[in-house]
């Protein structure tokens, strides 16, 4: 198992994760979309919550792609654009201006032409948005299908997750190879050069210490399953 985040702040926080198959050296700072992985050498690319700030989909998975061997599993989470989000984006500017948030089909489709078949499509969650009538139900119909150990897949919750937004759950087998770019020259650094510094250790610890405060509820419900239900 390995853990690849664009910064070292990010591998900091992302300590609160703990496997034990995750040791020393297996937490990486990288550019997702060029990891220094060899061909076919994982069963499994997971792509949880951060997509939508990759621009160019296509090539993002094309590189998970690069990486599976035949038969592995993508796994996509991630935000979705709206109807009511479109609406309030016109109206004021998205507070952090790397977010390159698509519609859930275009994230289809970019896993289709990346070599993978679709195996699950659904919602994980789907916002309440009180204002836009049934989109409390359809939420809460949302959770209940996490907590069986589903997602929401019928086509009245995704025409929800369209319409108010959520985040899109997405299962893709690889059945054959994606299409070959060319690849930049990539220095590689030594990892040694990628830690953290104490001096930011301190500055991300009162983040890391609340993230695992709302974890430990979140562990203990439903049988020790994740709530889809965030804090705020």
């Not at 709206?82 to 698509?102: A, G, M």
Request: charged share 30%; net charge positive; hydrophobic share 40%.
């Amino acid at each position: 198992m390995w853990v690849c985040e664009l910064e070292p702040n990010s591998l900091f926080l992302g300590q609160i994760y703990e496997h034990v198959r995750l040791g020393p050296g297996r937490r990486i700072a990288c550019d997702a979309t060029y990891v220094p992985f060899a061909d076919g050498a994982f069963d499994l690319v997971l792509c949880k919550e951060f997509s939508h700030h990759v621009d160019d989909k296509d090539r993002l998975f094309r590189e998970a792609n690069r990486v599976l061997k035949p038969g592995g599993l993508l796994l996509v989470q991630d935000p979705v654009r709206s109807v009511t989000s479109l609406w309030f984006y016109r109206r004021s500017r998205d507070t952090i201006p790397e977010h390159k948030i698509s519609w859930a089909h275009r994230y289809s489709r970019a896993v289709r032409n990346s070599g993978f078949n679709r195996l699950e499509y659904g919602a994980l969650n789907i916002r309440p948005a009180r204002r836009v009538p049934g989109a409390p139900w359809a939420a809460r119909r949302g959770t209940e299908a996490v907590r069986r150990g589903g997602i929401a897949d019928d086509p009245l919750s995704l025409a929800y997750l369209q319409l108010v937004g959520g985040d899109l759950v997405i299962v893709g087998e690889k059945v054959r190879e994606a299409p070959r770019v060319p690849r930049p020259r990539i220095r590689v650094l030594d990892p040694a050069r990628l830690q953290v510094s104490p001096a930011d250790q301190a500055t991300f610890q009162p983040l890391r210490d609340l993230l695992q405060e709302r974890a430990r509820p979140a562990a203990r419900d439903a049988g020790g399953r994740a709530s889809t239900e965030g804090p705020g």
